[in-house]
């Protein structure tokens, strides 16, 4: 039987324990959930690698409370290459229930995808190792190092933290960051570009107390009013963003992302106007983009005829590889004050900042990856940008500067990561195992003898 064959044998077991990991309501948030659901997930995680041959797969604790799965496993090769793989096993929370189709936490199928919070975004890419490892048995041509993080989802930073201190826990020649997807279901990709981030807090004070509008609407500070008009001030008449100091003209070497089908990936009728003068993939991965996230204001209903004393918005600036992350918050916040009408005092809020992040794609385990996707799928293999942050990618980077980070996963647009009705295509499980398998054979055939440290060079 050749590994496509086992691939395929092993997705009913697959489905059975992505459905009892989903089950499992490991949002890793304890104002929401129970933490004992993050720990029942962690513990199943270990078990199953365990079965896989990681014996020493084992629950270590982080700095922010979370806990994450580490274990290694060795082959028989002694110069054999080093892989790390990584996923993690928290989840979003489900949002609004009534949105969902099916149950967040129940694993249904629908026209023939699975359905449930954490099937794609991240146990469907834990499944994708676990039936990989699988099929290979005990064929395994590298030595394998795990982590699978307990935090991801809130961003508090815990396994980033951990890394540093614990490096050669971690180091390795290539690592497989499985946390992103492909550009489309049956069309591989490997993601080289990652967004960063700046979320901030504007406020906006016009009043010590709110007015009735009549007696004194018009000459009066309002605060909602002036808000309106900074926040409108971040894109221009053709909904570009335009962030002062930020340079707006970036494009994307990268594969495109033809209009008509984001405009079926976002659920837009054919002929819907989107924002921006750009193609999707320059505005997507190549240029600075705004996403108003919240605002705080009197809501519509009960509202009074009354002058607004004080207003604030929650905003998420995306930045593309080559921004400082610190250097666009300066430049938001300086426009946004800019922008501010002289009657309010305006301030910003920095949360925090997030850099963005672009691999190398000129060695061994690109091209292994590289032929292992077009083996699998029967297609060449695309380069993507992502939009979301992964911090972990520049700790990685910055602990292991040796090795050679790849991040692809069962994601693609239908999965709808972070939303309601979160789903994986089966298909993508089997495929994406199948590529880890050929991914490893590939890889260890590319490599030769030892140069020191445990490390190796591409024949």
């Not at 690109?366 to 297609?379: F, I, N, S, W």
Request: net charge negative.
């Amino acid at each position: 039987m050749d590994l496509r064959d086992r691939v395929n044998a092993l997705m009913p077991r697959a489905r059975e324990e992505l459905a009892h990991l989903v089950a499992m309501r490991s949002v890793a948030d304890p104002r929401q959930f129970p933490p004992e659901e993050c720990r029942r997930a962690a513990t199943w995680v270990a078990d199953a690698f365990a079965e896989t041959g990681f014996a020493d797969a084992r629950l270590v604790d982080t700095p922010d409370g979370s806990q994450a799965v580490l274990g290694s496993r060795r082959c028989a090769a002694e110069n054999a290459p080093t892989v790390l793989l990584y996923a993690h096993y928290d989840v979003q929370p489900p949002l609004d229930d009534d949105a969902w189709r099916t149950p967040p936490f129940r694993l249904t199928e629908v026209d023939g995808r699975w359905y449930g919070r954490g099937a794609a975004d991240c146990k469907g890419n834990t499944l994708m190792h676990l039936t990989a490892l699988r099929a290979l048995g005990d064929d395994l041509p590298v030595h394998l190092k795990l982590v699978v993080e307990g935090s991801e989802e809130q961003g508090t930073g815990g396994l980033e933290a951990f890394v540093p201190e614990h490096a050669e826990l971690l180091r390795a020649d290539a690592i497989l960051v499985c946390d992103t997807g492909n550009a489309a279901v049956g069309q591989p990709a490997v993601t080289v570009s990652l967004r960063g981030m700046v979320n901030a807090v504007v406020s906006v004070e016009a009043l010590p107390s709110a007015l009735h509008s009549g007696m004194f609407g018009g000459p009066a500070p309002d605060a909602l009013a002036a808000l309106v008009t900074v926040l409108a001030s971040l894109r221009d008449s053709e909904g570009n963003t335009t962030v002062d100091g930020l340079a707006h003209d970036g494009t994307w070497p990268g594969a495109p992302y033809p209009a008509a089908r984001f405009r079926a990936d976002i659920g837009l009728a054919p002929d819907a106007v989107l924002p921006g003068d750009g193609e999707i993939a320059d505005l997507l991965w190549a240029r600075p983009a705004v996403t108003v996230l919240g605002i705080d204001c009197p809501p519509v209903v009960g509202s009074a005829a009354a002058i607004t004393p004080r207003a604030r918005a929650r905003l998420n600036l995306r930045i593309p590889p080559g921004v400082e992350p610190d250097e666009a918050a300066d430049a938001l916040t300086e426009h946004l004050r800019a922008a501010a009408p002289r009657s309010v005092r305006l301030s910003v809020e920095i949360e925090a900042v997030g850099h963005p992040f672009r691999p190398a794609i000129d060695g061994p385990a690109h091209r292994a990856m590289a032929d292992a996707m077009q083996a699998a799928y029967g297609r060449p293999m695309s380069l993507l940008g992502q939009g979301g942050s992964i911090p972990l990618c520049t700790v990685f980077a910055e602990t292991c500067p040796g090795a050679e980070l790849l991040l692809i996963g069962v994601e693609e647009p239908q999965a709808l990561i972070h939303a309601p009705n979160e789903s994986v295509a089966p298909s993508e499980i089997s495929a994406m195992a199948l590529t880890e398998a050929l991914f490893l054979q590939n890889y260890a055939a590319s490599r030769v003898a030892p140069w020191g440290n445990g490390r190796f060079y591409a024949q």
